[in-house]
């Protein structure tokens, strides 16, 4: 049955996401407000979804362009609202999909920042002083390291069950995009900031069981409506990290740490095909740029430290 109104019809989309391709809340949420938004726009310019042609998609895009709203932006809502329209053509809501052929304005291909090794040294050994309690201290070690060691998602990271770290595991499950899960090996900190916390988090709750709270799923647990810590306030306590460690804080985010991850296992000679496995993309187009950081990064170390790129460095004669 066809829906409705605009509103039925991005619920719909969205109900189908969740339900059949376990699409992340994060995601579902994106693409609700991009689809929202064109319908705004299409409802006021007399249009609908139901009714909209090519060229109303096309002035839509222009009018975000206007906006001045950034490529990725533009690029990320042209995205859904294909995706809406190819559900919309599978479920006979429409004979036609007039998005299919509009080439979106691609997104700028920007470099993901990374940290050097002794950055990454100054939040590890910042997580260890960094909070209000030693359990405190123990939970940050723990999620520094974990992040480090894996190149998890700081989604990912936050949402880890309990149940997958028992036993002193050399390799943790992972649940990632899409619902899909991948196998991503500790390193020996990353086992011992576990062990430590897993002891801490067994301690805690033995107190709370007393008191007939019943134990939580989460390895970081929180009171919070999602049961976990949130991934907002984990990106609050990295500044507190960056800024304890003597590292500038505009340039560490929890997304640093995994292309830090990446990029250290690539400069160490680690296949891109076996990162790609362990970063979750499904595509090693995604992981190439990792490729392009490196050698970046190269030009970066030669322009520093080679002496001919000095003030006054020798000129070379015709001897030479």
């Known amino acids: 049955m066809r829906p409705t109104d605009d509103y039925h019809w991005i619920s719909t989309f969205l109900e189908a996401q969740a339900a059949e391709l376990g699409a992340a809340m994060n995601t579902l949420l994106a693409y609700g407000r991009d689809l929202k938004d064109c319908a705004a726009w299409l409802d006021q310019h007399g249009s609908d979804f139901g009714k909209a042609s090519r060229e109303d998609i096309e002035a839509y895009l222009i009018a975000c362009d206007a906006q001045g709203l950034s490529r990725a932006t533009r690029a990320r809502r042209l995205s859904a609202i294909k995706q809406i329209y190819r559900f919309a053509f599978e479920e006979s809501w429409r004979t036609d999909n007039p998005a299919i052929q509009i080439k979106g304005p691609g997104r700028a291909q920007r470099l993901p920042k990374t940290l050097d090794?002794?950055?990454?040294?100054?939040?590890?050994?910042?997580?260890?002083?960094?909070?209000?309690?030693?359990?405190?201290?123990?939970?940050?070690?723990?999620?520094?390291?974990?992040?480090?060691?894996?190149?998890?998602?700081?989604?990912?990271?936050?949402?880890?069950?309990?149940?997958?770290?028992?036993?002193?595991?050399?390799?943790?499950?992972?649940?990632?995009?899409?619902?899909?899960?991948?196998?991503?090996?500790?390193?020996?900190?990353?086992?011992?900031?576990?062990?430590?916390?897993?002891?801490?988090?067994?301690?805690?709750?033995?107190?709370?069981?007393?008191?007939?709270?019943?134990?939580?799923?989460?390895?970081?647990?929180?009171?919070?409506?999602?049961?976990?810590?949130?991934?907002?306030?984990?990106?609050?306590?990295?500044?507190?990290?960056?800024v304890a460690g003597g590292v500038a804080p505009d340039k560490v985010t929890p997304h640093t740490l995994r292309h830090a991850f990446a990029t250290h296992l690539l400069a160490n000679g680690a296949d891109l095909r076996v990162i790609q496995t362990l970063l979750g993309h499904a595509d090693v187009a995604t992981t190439e740029i990792y490729t392009h950081v490196l050698d970046e990064r190269l030009s970066e170390l030669v322009l520093e430290h080679h002496p001919l790129t000095k003030t006054g460095a020798r000129k070379p004669t015709e001897d030479t």
């Open 117 to 242: 090794i002794p950055e990454v040294d100054g939040l590890l050994a910042a997580a260890r002083t960094v909070g209000r309690s030693p359990a405190d201290r123990l939970r940050n070690t723990c999620l520094m390291e974990l992040l480090y060691a894996t190149g998890m998602r700081v989604s990912e990271l936050v949402a880890l069950q309990v149940s997958a770290a028992r036993g002193d595991p050399r390799m943790l499950l992972v649940l990632g995009k899409g619902g899909k899960e991948r196998m991503v090996p500790l390193s020996p900190p990353a086992r011992d900031a576990l062990a430590a916390w897993l002891a801490e988090w067994d301690r805690q709750r033995e107190t709370e069981r007393a008191r007939g709270i019943p134990p939580p799923r989460h390895l970081f647990p929180s009171r919070g409506k999602s049961g976990h810590l949130t991934r907002h306030r984990f990106y609050l306590l990295i500044k507190e990290l960056a």
